[in-house]
């Protein structure tokens, strides 16, 4: 019984790994250790919101996207192809690669509602959640992090999704 439980396991894994987005297409061991360290290095910047799942994929997919030769030249990633620890502007090419990997690997509204639950306790984060998700359009939440990752304080697409998460946190905490 056990024996047939273990192909169905493996199915299902292969079936989730595919739908999410998450698992390489065919990295390299060289490029799979630059998206080991960049997973890494999302995880401990994170202050806890990115899991290590949700990292190692977004990871994976930016690498395969962008290229290790253009994460290097964005620096992003060292000579020695690790992560490097500083806040870099990404040209828009390369943020939109970082955005569509952040997106295809974890949900947009989760991911701002456990930002938020960092640094307001005081929040309903299942409220703020489902605001978010109702609020926010994919589109939006790509374009917010495009802005983010070029460090375009004046984009219209960050100041929008600016006023609807505002709007979502006083929703959370209306009593």
Known sequence: ???????????????????????????????????????????????????????????????????VPALKEAGLVSARGTAVPAKVTMTKPVAEHFADAV????????????????????????KFTACVRKSVTEKQARARLVAQQMNDSKSAALKATNAALLDCAEQATAG
Not at 20 to 45: M, P
Not at 103 to 108: N, P, Q, R, S
Request: with cysteine.
């Open 103 to 126: 997106l295809a690997c974890i949900d947009f509204a989760d991911l701002m509602s456990r930002q938020i639950a960092n640094a307001r306790p005081d929040i309903d984060t299942a």
């Open 1 to 67: 019984m056990h024996v047939r439980r273990i192909p169905l396991a493996v199915a299902i894994t292969l079936v989730i790994t595919s739908v999410t987005g998450c698992g390489s297409k065919g990295l390299s061991k060289s490029d799979r250790a630059v998206a080991d360290s960049l997973a890494a290095y999302a995880i401990t910047q994170s202050d806890g919101v990115w899991r290590k799942r949700e990292a190692q994929c977004m990871a994976e997919q930016f690498v395969e996207s962008t290229g």
